[in-house]
């Protein structure tokens, strides 16, 4: 069984920073597109930044410049540092991650359970 397991959220001050982990565990053979995605209230969920297993990434444009997605491989491990932190970024954060739990078999895609930052003075 896989499981992605999200920290590092809070309150923060608009201009603050935080960063967040996520962490895969359980039977993984390889971890490719890893994501994080946000979800404000009464909002859809939206893909805020990716990254590729290669390292390439991808970002929301609200995000460019003030979110850094970034992934260590040998922990598994994605996170997103997130700086000049606005009052509109406060969302449930979600890590998202396409993974091949035995070789040779197809990958599946996950979910972490979510965890809040909320940016508010």
Do not use: H
């Not at 920290?7 to 201009?15: H, I, W």
């Not at 962490?23 to 990716?50: D, H």
């Not at 922990?75 to 998202?96: F, H, I, R």
Request: hydrophobic share 35%; net charge positive; charged share 15%.
């Amino acid at each position: 069984q896989v499981q992605l397991v999200e920290s590092g959220g809070g309150l923060v001050q608009p201009g603050g920073s935080l960063r967040l982990s996520c962490a895969a565990a359980g039977t993984i053979f390889s971890i490719f597109a890893m994501s994080w995605y946000r979800q404000a209230p009464g909002k859809q969920r939206e893909l805020v930044a990716s990254i590729t297993l290669g390292g390439t990434t991808n970002y929301a444009e609200s995000v460019k410049g003030r979110f850094i997605i970034s992934r260590d491989n040998a922990k598994k491990t994605v996170y997103l540092q997130m700086d000049s932190l606005k009052p509109e970024d406060t969302a449930v954060y979600y890590c998202n991650a396409d993974i091949v739990a035995v070789r040779f078999t197809i990958s599946s895609n996950y979910w972490g359970q979510g965890t809040q930052v909320t940016v508010s003075s």
